[in-house]
C-alpha cells in the first residue's frame, strides 16, 4: 500500500514539473524549479495552510499564509481551493481570496487577483474551470465563473462570467472569442487572434474596432465578388439594370424594362 502511495505521488510531482516546462520556456531543470519558483514555493504552503484550514486550525493556516506572502510575494487565502497542476509564473502581486476555487491545469502571471465584491459572509470570489490562463495584471472579480478553457488578457477586469474557451479582453472585459459547437464557423478567426503568453496576442485591437474591421473587410469582399459577376454578365451580352431610384445602369449599360423583357419573351 505505502508502495503504491509513493507511486502515485511521484507520478504526480512528475506530471507537475511537465506541465511547468510545457508552459514556460524558461524553466530548464527541476531542481530550478523547486528551489528557485515563487509560485512553486507559495503552492506548497498554500497545500499546508489549506489543510490546516480544513481542520479548524484556522489561526496557524493564516499565520502561514502570511509568512508565503512574505517569502513569494504572493498571497493565497488558505480558504481558498486549488486544482492540480496549478502555475503561477513569475507570481509578484498575484491575490487570490478566500472563496476562490481554481481548476486543474490553469496558469496565473504577476499582478492578477482573483478578488470579491462584497463583505458578506458568502460566496464572493471567482471560479476558474480548468485550462484558464489569466495574463498579468488581469481582475476577476466577484462571484462569477470562467469556464474550462478560457483566456483572460492582460491587465483586463472581468465582472461577467466567461463561457468555456472565451477569450476577453479590457476593461470591462469584452468577448473577443468564443469557441464551441455553435462558434466551429469562427475557427479561422480564433486562429487569427490566438492566444500568447500572459493572455495577449500580439496585437490585440480593442474588440468593437475588431469587429467592425471583420464587417468592412466582408463587405469588402463582397463588393469584389459583386464587381467580378457585373463583368462576367456583361461579357456575355447581358443587359444590366440600375439598381432601384438610380437613373442609369453601372457602367453604362442600358436599363431593361419590365415591358421590353416581356416583349422578348413572347
Not at 20 to 33: K, N
Not at 138 to 161: E, Q, Y
Not at 222 to 229: A, F, K, T
Not at 234 to 244: I, K, S, T
Request: hydrophobic share 40%; charged share 20%; proline share 5%.
Amino acid at each position: 500500500m505505502g508502495k503504491t502511495q509513493n507511486d502515485q505521488t511521484q507520478a504526480a510531482a512528475t506530471g507537475y514539473f511537465a506541465s511547468i516546462f510545457a508552459r514556460d520556456p524558461a524553466a530548464r531543470s527541476w531542481f530550478d524549479i523547486v528551489t528557485l519558483y515563487p509560485g512553486v514555493h507559495a503552492l506548497a504552503l498554500h497545500r499546508v495552510s489549506h489543510g490546516l484550514w480544513r481542520r479548524r486550525w484556522r489561526w496557524l493556516a493564516q499565520a502561514i499564509a502570511r509568512l508565503s506572502r512574505f517569502l513569494t510575494g504572493i498571497e493565497i487565502h488558505p480558504g481558498a481551493r486549488i486544482g492540480r497542476r496549478f502555475f503561477i509564473d513569475h507570481g509578484l502581486g498575484v491575490v487570490i481570496g478566500e472563496t476562490a476555487e481554481v481548476g486543474d491545469d490553469c496558469t496565473l502571471y504577476q499582478g492578477v487577483t482573483l478578488g470579491g465584491t462584497s463583505w458578506q459572509r458568502e460566496k464572493r470570489h471567482p471560479t476558474l474551470g480548468n485550462n484558464v490562463v489569466v495574463g498579468a495584471g488581469a481582475k476577476v472579480l466577484g462571484p462569477i465563473t470562467v469556464g474550462d478553457g478560457a483566456r483572460i488578457g492582460s491587465n483586463s477586469v472581468v465582472v461577467k462570467d466567461v463561457p468555456a474557451g472565451a477569450t476577453v479582453v479590457g476593461i470591462p472585459g469584452r468577448l473577443v472569442v468564443k469557441r464551441g459547437a455553435r462558434e466551429r464557423s469562427r475557427a479561422a478567426l480564433a486562429q487569427r487572434i490566438g492566444f500568447e503568453a500572459y493572455g495577449q496576442a500580439a496585437q490585440m485591437p480593442d474588440p468593437v474596432a475588431q469587429a467592425i474591421d471583420r464587417v468592412l473587410d466582408h463587405l469588402e469582399g463582397v463588393d469584389r465578388r459583386i464587381e467580378q459577376l457585373c463583368g462576367e454578365l456583361r461579357e456575355a451580352g447581358v443587359p444590366l439594370g440600375a439598381p432601384a431610384g438610380d437613373g442609369a445602369a453601372p457602367g453604362g449599360d442600358a436599363t431593361v424594362s419590365r415591358h421590353h423583357t416581356g416583349a422578348d419573351n413572347s
